[in-house]
Every structure is written in structure tokens, then in C-alpha cells.
């Protein structure tokens, strides 16, 4: 049972254009939903995290969106540029934050 | 560069053999987790520890095992090896437990 479900799974974005990468979780106890950045060869990176007593939350270009009802989150990438090319995971967890559950990833191609 | 080494880079070996992933944290970094990367299966965390002692467990094989050591430094060890158990393995680790993770460069293992 996928508790994490990211779509899409690829997704292609004129330079300038807003990236949109969803997720939906299923379990309620989930407390911190990070997004991860990974570009090829390179370990996951954290990109931006939220906790659910929020319902946005925006750091430069990045920004999540959660809706605790809907049980989604999302995360939006403003004015993208090819150097955001990279695969993007988003994950949630409880209580500890190592034991997390990810998305099974998003591909963003930002075309010049 | 996230701080975080893993060695080795790059690991072929055969099935039935056994071999050990080393990591080392970052220089103040108390928790090690262990993820499992693969094409089919995605991102999954395996086991992380906090200080010497094991503090949460998540899709781990019986077959694989981790220790951290006095010096924070940690090992996975995976036997009985499987064509399944070709991926990437990667090392992150943070301050405590519930603190923003830094992942390594990873270590590709191939068993052929």
C-alpha cells in the first residue's frame, strides 16, 4: 500500500513557466512533509518542508501548498529555469523524521 | 557538497556474496539513516540510528544489517545479495533526529 502518491511523473516547462508537483498521503498521523531535489548522480537534497499547522509555506522561487483536509500537498516552482532540472521527491513522516515515506518522484524538464 | 562521505562510489559484485556500505556524517551530525534507491521501488528508508543506538526501522531486509560506531560513523552490511538488491544506497544524517537531513553521493551497488 503506497502511502505517498506524486504525480506527475514527468513534467516539461517553458523557462519562465510555474512547475506544479502534487501529493497525496494517506496516513493523518503524518506531521512534516519535505520536498527533495535530486539532480543526476547527486544525493537527494532538501529543498523546502512543512508542517501541517500551516497552510503555505514559501522560501524564493519554492513554494508548498498543503491542504490538511484533502490530505495533498503540493509543490510549485515559480518562474522555473533549466538549472531546476532535476528529479523532485516529496515525503511525509511521523513523529520521527527519519522514518519518512517518499513520492515516486518527479522528472522536471524546464526547456530554455 | 552535502559533507556527508560514502564509500565506496561504485560496487559490482555476485549473488549470494556480502558486502559493507560505509558512512560518514557530517562533522557534528548525531543521527545516520540509510536509504535504498531503485528504479522500481523508488526511495525507501531502511533504518536509521541516533547516537550508537537504533532509533527507527522501516522496509529493511533481514539479510541487511547497519551498526554506528563510536565515531558516528556507520556501516550497512547486506548479505545473501540478490539481483533485486542492485540500486543506489544512500547515507544522509542531521544533527538529531527530527532535523533537516543531509543525504552523500550514494553508493551504486550491482549484483550480477
Known amino acids: 500500500q503506497q502511502q505517498v502518491k506524486q504525480s506527475p511523473q514527468s513534467l516539461i516547462v517553458q523557462k519562465g513557466g510555474i512547475s506544479i508537483i502534487n501529493c497525496a498521503y494517506e496516513?493523518?498521523?503524518?506531521?512534516?512533509f519535505p520536498w527533495y531535489q535530486q539532480f543526476p548522480g547527486k544525493g537527494p537534497a532538501l529543498l523546502i518542508a512543512?508542517?501541517?499547522?500551516?497552510s503555505e509555506k514559501k522560501e524564493g522561487r519554492f513554494t508548498i501548498s498543503f491542504n490538511k483536509s484533502a490530505k495533498q500537498f503540493s509543490l510549485h516552482i515559480m518562474d522555473s529555469q533549466p538549472g531546476d532540472s532535476a528529479t523532485y521527491f516529496c515525503?511525509?513522516?511521523?513523529?520521527?523524521?527519519?522514518?519518512?515515506?517518499f513520492g515516486d518522484g518527479t522528472t522536471l524538464t524546464v526547456k530554455p | 557538497d552535502s559533507g556527508v562521505t560514502q564509500t565506496p562510489k561504485h560496487l559490482i559484485t555476485a549473488t549470494g556474496q556480502r558486502v559493507t556500505l560505509r558512512c560518514s556524517p557530517r562533522s557534528g551530525d548525531l543521527s545516520v539513516y540509510w536509504y535504498q534507491q531503485s528504479l522500481d521501488q523508488g526511495l525507501q528508508f531502511l533504518i536509521q540510528?541516533?547516537?550508537?543506538?537504533?532509533?527507527a526501522k522501516g522496509n529493511i531486509l533481514e539479510r541487511f544489517s547497519a551498526q554506528q560506531f563510536p565515531d558516528l560513523h556507520s556501516e550497512l552490511n547486506l548479505s545473501s545479495l540478490e539481483l533485486g538488491d542492485s540500486a543506489l544506497y544512500f547515507c544522509a544524517s542531521s544533527v538529531g533526529p527530527r532535523e533537516t537531513q543531509y543525504f552523500g553521493p550514494g553508493t551504486r551497488l550491482l549484483v550480477l
Open positions: 512543512i508542517r501541517p499547522d500551516v
Open positions: 515525503a511525509a513522516s511521523k513523529g520521527n523524521a527519519g522514518k519518512s515515506t
Open positions: 540510528y541516533y547516537n550508537g543506538e537504533e532509533r
Open positions: 496516513n493523518t498521523a503524518f506531521d512534516y
